[in-house]
Every structure is written in structure tokens, then in C-alpha cells.
């Protein structure tokens, strides 16, 4: 989703959620996009089962390889899956694209630790 909004990322940011999280009653996490036909949906305590290298790879371009193109990008997209909502006291932080964004995020009264991190922006 952060990719198809490129032109708007001066005024977005990605919020830190604390791993509590995966404690929550009914929390599941998907190995890929969780609307993809092929997500499996695993308990927390199947991380390992996790494609990390895949998930945190810089790049998921494969060209000549349309069918591992679409497998990768699907791959970055893994979820951690929330029932109902995420309290704010889950929330431990944010990334903005740049030092302006992060300076215009803090004026806006947020009270988090907000550190710019373009590659997270593609950038």
C-alpha cells in the first residue's frame, strides 16, 4: 500500500506497534499480503515459519520472473492481523520520509519517538 502512495509520502508516516501485540487474544500473522489466495495464517508462535529474508528484502523486483515478481511483492505485505483494534498503548513510535515530515508530525502534537527513515519510503 506504502508503494502505490509514493506521491503522498511527505505527508505519511508508519507507526512502530510494539510485538505485545502477538499476545493479544485472536492476533494471527500471514506469511504475505493477507489478501492474497495463497496467505497462510499462523499463530504468533509460527514466526519462525516467517520468510524474513523475503519480508525485509530491499528489493522484490525479479525481472524475467513475473511469477517470482508477484510472489515476492506479496511476501513484503505480511501482516500481523489485530481483532477489533490496536490501543494506542501498543503504539511505541513512527517513521517519516525525511526531517521535515518528522519536524511537521511532532508540531502536530504527537507524543512518540518519530524518526525519519526514507528506505522504508522507498527512497
Keep these: 500500500m506504502l ?11 508508519v507507526l512502530r506497534v510494539s510485538p505485545q501485540v502477538l499476545e493479544l487474544d485472536g492476533t494471527v500473522i500471514s ?6 489466495d495463497y496467505a497462510r495464517f499462523l499463530h504468533p508462535r ?28 506479496s511476501q513484503k505485505c505480511a501482516e500481523v492481523l489485530v481483532p477489533g483494534r490496536v490501543e494506542t498503548r501498543f503504539l511505541t513510535g ?13 508540531a502536530s502534537g504527537l507524543a512518540l519517538t518519530v524518526a525519519a527513515n526514507p528506505v522504508l519510503f522507498f527512497r
Design 46 to 73: 509460527q514466526w519462525k515459519l516467517l520468510d524474513f529474508d523475503a519480508i525485509y528484502a530491499m528489493d522484490w523486483r525479479h525481472p524475467g520472473n513475473l511469477a517470482a515478481y508477484y510472489r515476492h511483492s
Design 94 to 106: 513512527a517513521y517519516v520520509i525525511d526531517d521535515a515530515a518528522r519536524d511537521r508530525l511532532k
Design 3 to 13: 508503494f502505490k502512495r509514493l506521491a503522498e509520502a511527505q505527508s505519511l508516516c
Design 31 to 36: 506469511d504475505q499480503n493477507a489478501a492474497s
